[in-house]
C-alpha cells in the first residue's frame, strides 16, 4: 500500500492517548456518594458496585468475548440514575449526574498520558496536521475532552466524540461517518490510530481510513495480524513516518 500524507489523524482514547490501570467502581461511587443529600439504605459504593456489574453482566458489557459486537452506547448517566433511583439515593436539587462523572472516573481509575503522545501531537501542530478524537466511553464527550485535556496539556483536538453521546460504537461504521462528517474531509485522506484490532483497524478501514495499529499499551487482540495500513510500538515511529512523505 502506498502512504500518502494525511489531511487529518484520529485517535482512539484508552491506552492509546492516556495510559489506564486497573478500574475499581466502588472507588468512583464512594467518590460521588458525597454530594448525595439522602442515602437512607446507606449504600455505599461496593454495594452500587456489584449492582452495576449484575446490569453489566445482563446487557453484555465488558465480555472479552463479545465486547465488539455490541454497536450500541449505554450511557454511564442513565445507568446511575437507575441505580441511585433503586437505592434511594438522592442528590441536591439542580445536580446534573454528568458534572460528577469526572470525579467518579479519577477515583475509579487514575490515568497518565501515553508516552510520546504529547510529542506526536506538538509535531502534527507543527506540521498543520489537524486530529480528533474517537472514543468507545460510556462518560459524556465533556468528561473526556476534561480527561484528555486534563493529563495532556498540549493536545488540541478539532473534535472529541464519545460513544456515549453518538449512539454508535466502534467498529459501527456509523461512528466513523460521524467523525468524518466533523472531520469534513474524504476517508482516504485520514488515518485512525488505535490499539484495538477490531474496533479501531479493522472498524476505521472498513470506511476507507489507513488504520494506525499502536501496540505500545496492547492489553487485547495481541495474536491478530494487519493484512494493511500501518503498524507501530512508539509514537516515535509514526513522527518519523509521516515526515518521509511528501
Known amino acids: 500500500m502506498e502512504l500518502k500524507r494525511p489531511e487529518f489523524i484520529m485517535f482512539d482514547y484508552g491506552q492509546t492517548l492516556i495510559k489506564e490501570g486497573t478500574y475499581d467502581g466502588a472507588a ?81 481509575n487514575p490515568c497518565e498520558a501515553c508516552e510520546g503522545i504529547g510529542e506526536l501531537l506538538r509535531f502534527l501542530q507543527s506540521e498543520e496536521i489537524p486530529a480528533g ?36 460504537r466502534k467498529p459501527s461504521p456509523r461512528i466513523f461517518e460521524a467523525a468524518l462528517g466533523r472531520a469534513g474531509v474524504p476517508a482516504d485522506k485520514v488515518w485512525f490510530c488505535g490499539d484495538q484490532f477490531i474496533p479501531d483497524i479493522q472498524g476505521s478501514a472498513a470506511v476507507g481510513m489507513t488504520p494506525v495499529w499502536y501496540k505500545g499499551h496492547l492489553r487485547y487482540d495481541s495474536e491478530c495480524r494487519m493484512t494493511g495500513g500501518i503498524e507501530i510500538d512508539r509514537w516515535s515511529e509514526l513522527i518519523d513516518i509521516i515526515g518521509s512523505l511528501e
Open 28 to 108: 468512583g461511587f464512594d467518590r460521588i456518594l458525597r454530594y448525595a443529600s439522602a442515602n437512607p439504605m446507606g449504600v455505599t459504593g461496593a454495594d452500587l458496585q456489584r449492582e452495576e456489574d449484575k446490569l453489566n453482566s445482563e446487557l453484555g458489557r465488558f465480555n472479552p468475548s463479545s465486547r465488539h459486537k455490541r454497536l450500541t452506547e449505554y450511557p454511564e448517566e442513565s445507568i446511575n440514575r437507575w441505580l441511585f433511583a433503586k437505592f434511594r439515593v438522592e442528590f441536591p436539587a439542580g445536580t446534573d449526574l454528568r458534572e460528577l462523572e469526572p470525579e467518579f472516573w479519577e477515583a475509579a
Open 133 to 168: 478524537v474517537v472514543s468507545n466511553l460510556s462518560f459524556c464527550g465533556r468528561t473526556l475532552e476534561k480527561r484528555i485535556y486534563s493529563a495532556i496539556p498540549e493536545a488540541d483536538f478539532a473534535f472529541v466524540i464519545s460513544s456515549c453521546d453518538y449512539l454508535f
